[in-house]
């Protein structure tokens, strides 16, 4: 199995621009979150999917931020418009039903300038 | 809410000393605990786990008990090696119905560097 990826690995953008980060969880696993990790926050959770369906968005920081899941293979985060302080390392990690663990991606390093 | 403290680091050793991370959690629920490991460049993985209480996790010669009483899931190896530096990070889940373990809450994490 390839594990959970993401794409891309690195961005760099500029303020007020649009981003979208990808995720393509583990074949068969029903559950799909998204965590952001910095250094003063440490790990946070800021959204997760059951089934395609976004079950608890709690997390999400403000309505700049919006995650999907169109189908059960893939899902997005999108910051429009970014912000320096967005600037973080994001995670997307599946899960399978039941007692389990959660699957992490390499995470996607974003750096607004 | 439910929350996770670990030690503050960084922690360096010489190989072969013994570590300890330390672990504490409160929590609504009745928890389940993982400790999950990061090298340079990588997602996480996970470590090891427990589901309940007396529980001990273990993997890699590392453990960790699953103390209720003292709500604590302490980290430990009786030996470290040089390819054991990386960021270590203790969570919990509070699984309800239908949720999966995926749900978790991080402690800030810990770097350990082991030096040769």
């Known amino acids: 199995d390839a594990g959970v990826i993401q794409s891309p690995r690195h961005e760099v953008t500029e303020m007020g621009q649009e981003v979208t980060l990808r995720c393509k969880p583990i074949?068969?696993?029903?559950?799909l979150f998204w965590y952001r990790q910095t250094m003063m926050r440490g790990l946070e959770l800021l959204i997760y999917?059951?089934?395609?369906?976004?079950?608890?968005d709690s997390g999400m920081p403000e309505d700049r931020f919006s995650a999907k899941m169109p189908n059960a293979s893939f899902s997005t985060l999108k910051i429009q418009p970014s912000e320096p302080r967005d600037s973080a390392v994001y995670f997307c990690?599946?899960?399978?039903?039941?007692?389990?663990?959660?699957?992490f991606g390499q995470g996607t390093r974003l750096t607004v300038v | 809410g439910d929350s996770v403290t670990q030690m503050e680091g960084p922690v360096t050793l010489s190989e072969e000393a013994f570590l300890t991370i330390n672990c504490t959690y409160t929590?609504?629920?009745?928890?389940?605990l993982f400790w999950y490991v990061q090298y340079p460049g990588e997602g996480l993985q996970l470590l090891l786990k427990?589901?309940?209480?007396?529980d001990k996790g273990s993997n890699k010669g590392f453990e960790a008990t699953y103390r209720k009483e003292t709500t604590s899931f302490h980290l430990e190896k009786g030996s470290v090696q040089v390819s054991d530096s990386a960021v270590y990070f203790c969570?919990?889940?509070?699984?309800?119905?239908?949720?999966?373990?995926?749900?978790?809450?991080f402690g800030q994490g810990t770097i350990l560097t082991v030096h040769p």
């Open positions: 990690a599946s899960s399978p039903r039941g007692n389990t663990e959660a699957f």
């Open positions: 074949s068969g696993h029903d559950y």
């Open positions: 999917f059951n089934n395609n369906v976004p079950i608890d």
């Open positions: 929590a609504t629920g009745y928890p389940s």
């Open positions: 427990a589901t309940k209480a007396d």
């Open positions: 969570a919990l889940s509070v699984p309800a119905g239908g949720t999966s373990y995926g749900k978790l809450t």
